[in-house]
C-alpha cells in the first residue's frame, strides 16, 4: 500500500497505537539483542539496556507491564478460601482405608 493512501486511509486513533506500539518495540530491536549476544559471548560485562536505547525501551515496558498485572502465582478467591480451609492435608491414612 502506497504511503499517500495510507496517509489518506488510516484512522488517527489507528496511527496513535502504532506509536505507542513502536515505543514499546523500537524498530531493529531484535538485531540490538542478538548483537548484545555476541558482544557478551564475547566477554562483555556491560548489560543490554546501557548499551542500546531499544533494549532499554523493552525492559521499561515489560517492568511497567508487570507492575500493573496482578501476581497469578498466588492463590485468589475462593481457591485461597478451600485451601486455608483444609484438613489433614498431610495425613496419609487415606491409603490404608
Known amino acids: 500500500m502506497p504511503v499517500y493512501v495510507l496517509k489518506e486511509e488510516m484512522p488517527y486513533n489507528e496511527l496513535l497505537r502504532w506509536i505507542e506500539f513502536f515505543h514499546k518495540r523500537p524498530i531493529g530491536w531484535q538485531e540490538d539483542q542478538r548483537t548484545y549476544l555476541l558482544l557478551k559471548a564475547q566477554g562483555v560485562k556491560e548489560s543490554g539496556e546501557n548499551l542500546f536505547p531499544s ?43
Do not use: S, Y
Open 55 to 97: 533494549l532499554k525501551a523493552i525492559k521499561e515496558n515489560t517492568n511497567k507491564k508487570l507492575l500493573q498485572e496482578p501476581d497469578r502465582a498466588v492463590p485468589k478467591g475462593e481457591f485461597l478460601k478451600k485451601m486455608l480451609a483444609a484438613r489433614d492435608g498431610d495425613n496419609l491414612n487415606w491409603r490404608q482405608k
